[in-house]
């Protein structure tokens, strides 16, 4: 069974920055594309970034400069730098990833921007 555990969610201030992790454990062979998406209240969810194993990235219009995802193979973990974080960033934030069995989604983890 595979489990993607998100971390690094909190309440940041408009500009600042934070962190997110995906950490996947269980059977996992070769992990192919990750993706962070997020849905904020009232609204659906959508593809913020996401990456291939080989490392190439796809962005959000929106967050296109200020986020970097990243990914470490070994250690089956995937990244979110959030920087410059503003008032409509405010979302749960949600880890998937692609694997041979399926696709497969984390719990989520709030962010909140707030002055």
């Known amino acids: 069974q595979v489990q993607l555990v998100e971390s690094g969610g909190g309440l940041v201030q408009p500009g600042g920055s934070l962190r997110l992790s995906c950490a996947a454990s269980?059977?996992?062979?070769?992990?192919?594309?990750m993706g962070w998406y997020r849905q904020a209240p009232g609204k659906g969810r959508q593809l913020v970034a996401s990456?291939?194993?080989?490392?190439?990235?796809n962005y959000a219009d929106s967050v296109k400069g200020r986020f970097i995802i990243s990914r470490d193979n070994a250690k089956n973990t995937g990244y979110l730098q959030m920087n410059s974080l503003e008032l409509e960033d405010t979302a749960v934030y949600y880890c998937n990833a692609m694997i041979f069995t399926g696709e497969y989604w984390g719990q989520g983890t709030q962010v909140t921007v707030s002055s």
């Open positions: 990456i291939t194993r080989g490392g190439v990235t």
């Open positions: 269980g059977s996992i062979f070769n992990m192919g594309a």
